[in-house]
């Protein structure tokens, strides 16, 4: 198998859906493999990855359900700590942003504001939301791909939390276009959100405001 | 030069001298310890105030130098207790005004990661910095040392230091709990929490003291409080290590006297093909030695603090330092 991704939990292999699942089966499938580490005890080891592997399996499919593109899961196994997914063709919107017309990128945040305000209203936080974990299709979609850090909590904190990691992301990798990008990744999500939207951008500047980096004269204590 | 630190951010007192070639002349220190319940800032402070002049003499006896040959004072300006803070900072202007030398502030947290990269000689390590007062995951990244996770709540040695005292295990708790937790046979479930980057202990330590009450073995209990406690604790650093592609992880702060959390951290390294440190434990726990090696570097680098600028603060962040020296 091929290794394309060797995180700090998990490696991410490319490999043939005839190989991993039946024979009859074409194209290529992402198998996520939870790795065994040493330094703990095997009872927690077992139960933080198998806990682990089947929470992203079924947040995959809740995002789905909530109208969030997420890679078809093909088959769970908490013996072996596997996730076997569909792979999904595209471009890493890492990759793309910077390089869109201006047009063209406020379309793209949009859709990814509505997304995060769809996993939102079905009460899932990601976690981890980086333009690393956005794959851009062809046909103009935007597929969430990894939720190995997402949980459920529909709290108005861990909704500020999320959009907030977002902005982070899109401050340190996109900085040439961080405003404008960000401005249009609010206007979809608060479109989608509907009422309570405030509410959670407000939260999002409180938090920003609690600041691990920002200036201190701008901050909400001292 | 020599530079003369004073360190009181908690309960140790501790007055060190560094050269600065980077030798450790002194490094001396005094502790306070409660007689019962945790650390009272101001009866901490008092002992401080009562300890100052008797370590004072002693680092200076075991530097075999007078004050006067003393060029500049570094002192913790924080982030710590209150009272413990103002009084060695008190110390330290009057020293520094004594002697017409320069007076710098230095920043606790990072004081105990440059002291690391001074003994270690360790380039650019990811530091898990972990005592009774901080709990902290720290890299250096454009000019600044950033805080890549932290504890939510308290800190993981106050997790165990209360644990220890709810079940009746006497001060210092934490080798006792790691004594006990080697006998340990049976792994018990206890709330393992990383939220992204951050811990969380709170919910842990009221876990396990409550299967304390409810009667679980307590050898049982260290063992399972420790592998949750450290587990999230390295699986927060590598997280950093795999984001920042660095190759060089330390452990420093009073907890890295934990032989499992030592041996926890060094199999993560390993895996990962990185090297792993520890300073001395001296210079792992509270002291002055780091205070004046980071005062140096921030002298030399052309930090100056006028007498204003000695203002304690107690909620001091690692991520609000320029890094100069850097």
Same mark, same amino acid.
């Given at each position: 198998?091929? =290794? /394309? ?8 292999? =490319? ?19 939870? /790795? ?22 079924? =947040? ?22 596997? /996730? ?23 379309? *793209? ?19 981890? *939301? ?18 190995? =850090? ?63 980096? /920002? ?8 | ?109 990072? @004081? ?195 007498? @204003? ?18």
């Amino acid at each position: 198998m091929a =290794l /394309i991704k060797k995180g700090a939990e998990a490696n991410l292999y =490319l490999e043939n859906f005839s190989k991993v699942l039946h024979t009859a089966g074409e194209g290529k499938v992402i198998v996520k493999h939870r /790795i065994k580490k040493s330094y703990r005890v095997p009872e927690l080891d077992e139960q933080l990855r198998s806990s682990r592997t089947a929470l992203e399996a079924k =947040l995959f499919a809740d995002a789905k359900l909530a109208g969030v593109p997420t890679p078809i899961v093909y088959e769970v196994d908490r013996v072996s700590m596997r /996730i076997v997914m569909e792979f999904i063709e595209g471009k890493q919107v890492k990759l793309v942003l910077d390089k869109l017309r201006p047009a063209a990128r406020r379309k *793209l945040c949009k859709i990814i504001g509505r997304q995060v305000a769809r996993l939102h209203l079905a009460g899932i936080v990601h976690g981890d *939301l980086t333009t690393s974990n956005m794959i851009l299709t062809r046909d103009g979609k935007v597929y969430f791909v990894d939720f190995g =850090l997402g949980e459920y909590n529909p709290s108005l904190e861990a909704k500020g939390v999320d959009l907030h990691l977002l902005k982070r992301a899109l401050q340190s990798i996109h900085f040439k276009v961080t405003d404008e990008a960000y401005r249009a990744v609010i206007a979809g999500y608060m479109r989608e959100f509907g009422e309570g939207a405030r509410e959670v951008i407000k939260r999002v500047e409180e938090i920003e405001k609690r600041g691990r980096y /920002i200036p201190k004269e701008e901050r909400a204590w001292h | 030069m020599l530079c003369l630190g004073i360190e009181g951010t908690a309960h140790t007192f501790g007055i060190g001298i560094v050269g600065s070639n980077g030798r450790v002349l002194a490094n001396v220190s005094r502790t306070y310890v409660p007689e019962e319940g945790g650390i009272h800032p101001r009866d901490a402070a008092q002992f401080h105030a009562a300890n100052a002049r008797a370590t004072l003499d002693g680092a200076l006896k075991k530097a075999k130098i007078g004050l006067y040959d003393v060029g500049l004072i570094a002192f913790s300006l924080g982030p710590g207790l209150g009272p413990c803070l103002r009084t060695a900072a008190t110390a330290a202007r009057a020293i520094a005004a004594w002697l017409h030398v320069p007076i710098i502030g230095v920043n606790h947290c990072i @004081a105990h990661v440059e002291i690391g990269r001074l003994t270690e000689r360790a380039r650019d390590p990811v530091t898990l910095y972990v005592s009774g007062g901080n709990t902290q995951v720290i890299a250096f990244d454009a000019g600044r040392y950033r805080v890549f996770g932290e504890t939510l709540d308290i800190p993981v040695g106050n997790c165990l230091d209360v644990f220890a005292r709810e079940v009746g295990i006497q001060h210092p708790g934490g080798p006792t709990v790691e004594r006990l937790a080697r006998e340990g046979k049976r792994y018990i479930n206890l709330p393992y929490v990383v939220k992204g980057m951050d811990l969380s202990f709170s919910g842990l330590m009221t876990e396990a003291v409550r299967r304390h009450r409810a009667g679980a073995d307590l050898r049982d209990i260290c063992h399972s409080l420790q592998e949750t406690a450290f587990a999230a604790l390295v699986e927060v650093t590598e997280r950093a290590v795999a984001h920042t592609e660095n190759r060089e992880i330390m452990l420093t702060g009073g907890v890295a006297a934990n032989s499992r959390l030592r041996e926890m951290l060094k199999l993560m390294a390993n895996e990962r093909g990185a090297k792993f440190y520890v300073p001395p434990m001296e210079l792992c726990a509270d002291n002055g030695a780091m205070i004046a090696w980071t005062g140096l570097l921030m002298h030399k680098h052309g930090v100056k603090h006028s007498l @204003a600028q000695t203002q304690v603060r107690q909620r001091f962040r690692t991520d609000e330092v320029d890094v100069v020296w850097r």
